[in-house]
């Protein structure tokens, strides 16, 4: 980490806004000093935001788990930061790392085990799932056994490493980056993906040299991407009388209620159902269309490269506030993808006349029927996912294009002559 120390700037009171309306100040908000070490942003709770109905996203929260920030700009207009020069720094040296691996690929072993042994010789404390420590090739490994030891493990779903974890390490594809935003409903620590799987469009690190590059980040400064992700909450019709609890400590009356933070897409389709999917959208709270066809997919910009290409749409970059809109096999010549502005919010349900219910997935998990009665509500969220990048946010992202997509690949065309063009 860099020692030389910085000015301090007043930071920008920030404000996210919920579903509902209003808005609310959030709470921690950093103290104006003379001198520190580094510039950190407000940090936030997500039951204290009120959205409204601004067409701009929500500032994105920039306070990245227990100790990481956004380093300031402070040349920059208005408190406007360029995401190009969006950068990483510590406020407090990081101390613990969460390690991802893609269960049971016997490829990823000897780099797991090689990464865990470093960052043990590092002292930093090592979170890992206990499902990957149940693969017989690492728990039946007696001279991996003393770095087990040390590892602090959790469950999916039953325990919470929120407030735990400094960074993430992600030994994989795509699908892990999913995976570790999955983990994390709020806040998400910053996440460094090495390409040990079969795309890689969200992974530019090589495992080659994975010790200095991850001594590069420990030691912080390092540029980053926040790829948004979107907030969803999906109300279900409940036969109960009582009220229900909802996920996530809301109620609902009579209504039960689940929300999910998705960083690539919401899919909604017709199932195994061979009638065509009838649901309606609603842009804040109007009705803008009525989707006749496989499904709709909606996707943020860093999702726009996945699902949604496949099904016609364009890409989008992931510093770019949008969300876009695709259908699935629409049974209509004239419905085109759409992008919509970040501060929208998207409504689905199913169409009165719809003759079969619809099914719900997001980021390919959690899937579910929707019936009659029930609703999708989508918006972007305010924790987006701090991606460490190789060089920056543009080569990236280009980089990827290239190598993963080859996009605008083709034989070129020949030279001509200075003869054969005077025929």
Known sequence: METGEQVGVEAVPYCCSDFDGGETPARGLAIRTKKTRSLSTSSATACDYRRNQSLHGPSPVTTFGPKACMLQNPHAVMHIQDPASQRLTWNKPPKSVLVIKKIQDASLLQPFKELCVFLTEKNMIVYVERKVLADPAIAGDESFGAVIQKFCTFREDLDDISNRVDFIICLGGDGTLLYASSLFQESVPPVMA???????????????????????????????????????????????????????????????????????????????????????????????????????IVS????????????????????????????????????????????????????????????????????????????????????????????????????????????????????LSSEEEEF
């Open 194 to 296: 090495f390409h040990l799987g079969s795309l890689g469009f969200l992974t530019p690190f090589n495992f080659d040299t994975y010790q200095s590059q991850v001594t590069q980040i420990i030691e912080g400064n390092t540029a980053i991407i926040l790829r948004s992700r979107l907030r969803v909450r999906v109300l279900k019709e409940s036969q109960e009388k009582k009220g229900i609890i909802m996920t996530n400590g809301d109620s609902e009356g009579s209504r039960k209620a689940m929300q999910y933070q998705v960083l690539n897409e919401v899919v909604v389709d017709r199932g195994p159902s061979s009638y065509l999917s009838n649901v309606d959208l609603f842009l804040d709270g109007h009705l803008i269309t009525t989707v006749q066809g496989d499904g709709v």
């Open 300 to 415: 943020t910009p860093t999702g726009s490269t996945a699902y949604a290409v496949a099904a016609g749409a364009s890409m989008i970059h992931p510093n770019v506030p949008a969300i876009m809109i695709t259908p699935i096999c629409p049974h209509s010549l004239s419905f085109r993808p759409i992008v919509v502005p970040a501060g929208v919010e998207l409504k689905i349900m199913l169409s009165r006349d719809a003759r079969n219910t619809a099914w719900v997935s997001f980021d390919g998990r959690k899937r579910q029927e929707i019936c009659h009665g029930d609703s999708i509500t989508i918006t972007t969220s305010c924790f987006p996912v701090p991606s460490i990048c190789f060089r920056d946010p543009v080569n990236d992202w280009f980089e990827s294009l290239s190598q993963c997509l080859h996009w605008n690949v083709r034989k070129k065309q020949n030279y």
